[in-house]
């Protein structure tokens, strides 16, 4: 269907002139008649006559401009209800476990508080999560960067070794991604948030990233050993391009970020 040459027939129907056509769509005028030769050309009939009082309808332009011009609604209606998700108060996330718990829930709920319009609905993260399947507006991720979605980094990208505040065992506490990777470990957790926890009941040390164990730190649950050091992981906030762009979740994450 060639939208672009109905488009210029409506505009040019409407004015009963290639000038002021070309005008309204911000082209010459001689791109106009291309327009509409080609489509002349296509449909085997004749869209206009030149006479000395200026352009006229034909007879086949007039049978059909009232079904073009509802059809061209029909699109505009269609256009409105799919933007129309941007401006809903609905924000589906995706994170691992531990970051929400940690990291993400307290930020929600302070911008929750000052935007109650918003309702939110947290998901456990999973690496073959699919963003339309899921209907996700954004993801938060541990990894190497946004891979072939959209994002941005939380933070730097550093890890830390715990203990708890009182001291505790020279022995290490294994989760899946640890840097101080040891599978033969006495303690292994599920993820780094859980490793935290552990290393604060005593358990041993943890290697975890410097974002998921800072409000630990700064509570007295756990204390750092030695300075941070840099890794190839951080967290993300993800996005393909289409959600990256909605309003909603633009404020969300510079909220995040802030």
């Not at 101080?180 to 948030?193: C, F, K, N, Q």
Request: hydrophobic residues 45%.
């Amino acid at each position: 269907m060639p939208l672009n040459g109905l488009r210029v027939l409506d505009a040019a129907a409407r004015h009963l002139s290639f000038t002021r056509a070309a005008d309204e769509l911000a082209v010459t005028p001689a791109a106009v008649g291309q327009q509409i030769r080609a489509l002349e050309d296509m449909l085997g009939v004749v869209l206009f006559r030149r006479t000395p009082k200026g352009l006229e309808l034909t007879p086949e332009t007039e049978a059909g401009l009232r079904a073009l011009r509802a059809g061209f609604l029909e699109f505009e209606e269609a256009v409105r209800a799919m933007q129309a998700g941007q401006s809903s108060s609905a924000l589906t996330i995706a994170a691992p476990r531990d970051i929400t718990a940690k990291w993400l829930q307290p930020r929600l709920a302070a911008y929750a508080a000052s935007r109650p319009d918003l309702s939110f609905s947290l998901m456990a993260a999973d690496e073959a999560l699919d963003f339309t399947e899921a209907n996700l507006d954004l993801a938060l991720r541990l990894a190497e960067g946004a891979g072939e979605h959209e994002g941005t980094r939380l933070g730097e990208a550093l890890f830390v070794t715990v203990e708890a505040a009182q001291g505790g065992p020279d022995q290490r506490i294994h989760w899946p991604g640890c840097p101080s990777s040891d599978e033969h470990a006495p303690i292994r957790v599920a993820d780094a948030g859980l490793a935290i926890e552990a290393a604060a009941t005593g358990f041993g040390r943890a290697t975890v990233p410097q974002l998921l164990a800072e409000a630990d730190i700064k509570a007295g649950r756990v204390r750092q050993l030695g300075e941070a050091v840099p890794s190839s992981l951080s967290y993300w906030l993800i996005a393909p391009l289409p959600q990256w762009r909605q309003k909603k979740v633009k404020a969300l994450v510079e909220a995040l970020l802030e």
